[in-house]
């Protein structure tokens, strides 16, 4: 299935930016269905953002305007950029791959977003 480390998260406040990035490897990463997600203390793993092999994108509704996630295939590499951040956004972020209805997750990195 492949492995995924991602990167980037950290403390920021609120109005800030951070990018997230998620190496993969082990897999055909151009081929992936690449999506962000993020799972905040006592609640449940949300999607966060996805973009297919064709570059298509889909966000939640929450960060519409605010994050932007890309890919560069020739790096094997999912980001995800964050633009004004809210305390809400506080969470440890993961990254996944999906083909064919099988998916592999990162280990997650936590940003934290002060007030």
């Known amino acids: 299935q492949g492995q995924l480390v991602e990167s980037g998260g950290g403390l920021v406040q609120a109005g800030g930016s951070l990018r997230l990035s998620c190496a993969a490897s082990?897999?055909?990463?151009?081929?992936?269905?690449m999506g962000w997600y993020r799972q905040a203390p006592g609640k449940q793993r949300e999607l966060v953002a996805a973009i297919n092999a064709g570059g298509n994108t889909n966000y939640a509704d929450s960060v519409k305007g605010r994050f932007t996630i890309s890919r560069d295939n020739a790096k094997n590499t999912v980001y995800l950029q964050m633009n004004s951040l809210k305390p809400e956004d506080t969470a440890v972020y993961y990254c996944?791959?999906?083909?064919?209805?099988?998916?592999?997750w990162g280990q997650g990195t936590q940003v934290t977003v002060s007030s």
């Open positions: 082990g897999m055909i990463f151009s081929s992936y269905l």
């Open positions: 996944n791959a999906k083909i064919l209805g099988v998916g592999s």
